[in-house]
């Protein structure tokens, strides 16, 4: 399975973030996480990667995240209430894996996330759908925008 160093788009990085519990990258509008092999993520190790996405991207920028699965990892799943009750600019939400093991919280994480997620088994098309959900939204958020002004 591909890292997110090991394809050509990492070329587009504006920050990397590496915590105890594993990687995160950010991209503009984009955020790829990385974590560590036998992780049992909670929301404590989620703030610190919320905080650093309000760092890079401010607090009401809409965020598209990818859950890169390269390694086997548990989530707490009573903690996914409060992650996306904190961080309402998350608004596209994907997950890469190639095993049914990388998709196993999947269900639970569907329950609490008011979108769709998007499965995918290569992290290359992940970051395709991303960044054109993204500008999609973008471009009809500015519409939105546009009909709203006085002329």
């Given at each position: 399975m591909k890292r997110v160093k090991d394809i050509p788009f990492f070329k587009n990085i504006k920050e990397i973030r590496e915590y105890q519990?594993?990687?995160?990258?950010?991209?503009?509008?984009?955020?790829?996480?990385?974590i560590n092999e036998g992780i049992t993520f909670g929301w404590d190790m989620a703030q610190k990667a919320i905080n650093a996405a309000?760092?890079?991207f401010g607090e009401d920028m809409p965020i598209a995240y990818i859950s890169n699965r390269v390694n086997a990892y548990h989530v707490v799943p009573?903690?996914?209430?409060?992650?996306?009750?904190?961080?309402?600019?998350?608004?596209?939400?994907?997950?890469?894996g190639n095993t049914k093991g990388s998709f196993a919280s999947l269900v639970m994480e569907r329950m609490f996330f008011k979108n769709s997620i998007k499965k995918f088994t290569d992290l290359e098309k992940a970051i395709e759908w991303s960044l054109k959900k993204s500008e999609m939204h973008h471009k009809k958020t500015a519409a939105k925008r546009n009909n709203y002004l006085p002329t």
């Open positions: 519990f594993g990687t995160f990258y950010f991209f503009d509008g984009l955020v790829i996480s990385e309000r760092e890079v009573t903690d996914w209430s409060k992650f996306y009750k904190n961080r309402n600019q998350l608004v596209f939400y994907s997950v890469v």
